[in-house]
């Protein structure tokens, strides 16, 4: 990006909602203003208004005309506007077609562009044209632009960037800190729909399918209920049980028939082994 067109950026920067008239006061001391304009569109970090100006018609358009009046699929008017194009040698800029008004013509124009009937070169808008900031420009300038070699830049402009910065990084991290709230807010609403007492359901379920006779390793209930819950209010869960008397937990003794992995599922204790298994004080 050369110095120009920083410049022209920043100034942008410092304009209510990053927009302005491209005519106005804030652009007077550029040269080449509409080509710094053109270029930076070009890689979306701006936008303009533009206009057609000028029109040409296009094989498929004089093809058209040859067609019976009642067969053409487009409207009366449509077809006056393309005959007009067809009897011209070149191409001719819109205000030439002077039958229609100017919003009428403007619409008529793009849809015979869009269909392929007429080949439309688009400009800047000669009265009253607008810039603006793009979504694309914002990430650019907040995300990605970094500053190279020498230039000698107002302070004012340098104002202007540091103020987008505050206001566009501001927004990201509220962004961000209420993605992350709503993530803990479901990660709550999800544990709190698993109750203690379906928990213990869980628990016998399991140890009736895999026969473990009242001894039920906790690995296999962290496999069945993580996720949803995380490994602390699973524990806390069976932590409320055991004091209710619903359940009593048992430490490990031969570790060597359990995998690492399996071990680590354990309640680890301060000393001692971990609390490995559940049983039951009821069936």
Partial sequence: MDTNELKFLLKLLGCPNYRAGLSSSTFSSF????????????????????EIATVKILP??????????AELPITDKERKVLDKLGKATAKIAPSEITSLKAAERAEILKNLSERGLISAEIKIQR???????????????????????????????????VRFLRKNLRVKSEQVSTLVSDNVESHSDITSNISDEE?????????????????????????????????????????????????????????????????????????????????????
């Fill in 60 to 69: 498929p358009g004089q093809a058209l005309l040859k067609l019976d009046p």
């Fill in 127 to 161: 009265l009253k044209a607008e810039v603006w900031l793009t979504e694309r420009g914002i990430e650019f300038l907040r995300d990605e632009y970094i500053s190279e070699g020498k230039a000698n830049i107002d302070f004012n402009l340098l104002g202007n960037y």
């Fill in 199 to 283: 928990i213990l359901e869980t628990i016998k379920k399991l140890d009736r399918e895999l026969g473990t006779e009242n001894y039920l390793p906790i690995f296999h209930l962290r496999q069945k209920l993580q996720p949803p819950l995380l490994r602390d209010d699973l524990d806390r869960a069976l932590y409320r049980l055991q004091k209710s008397d619903k359940i009593e937990l048992r430490g490990l003794i031969h570790a060597e028939e359990y995998t690492p992995e399996q071990y680590k599922a354990g309640i680890s204790q301060r000393s001692g082994s971990p609390l490995f298994f559940i049983q039951l004080t009821e069936n």
């Fill in 31 to 50: 040269k080449g203003k509409d080509k710094i304009c053109r270029d930076l569109g070009d890689r979306e970090l701006v936008d303009y208004s533009r």
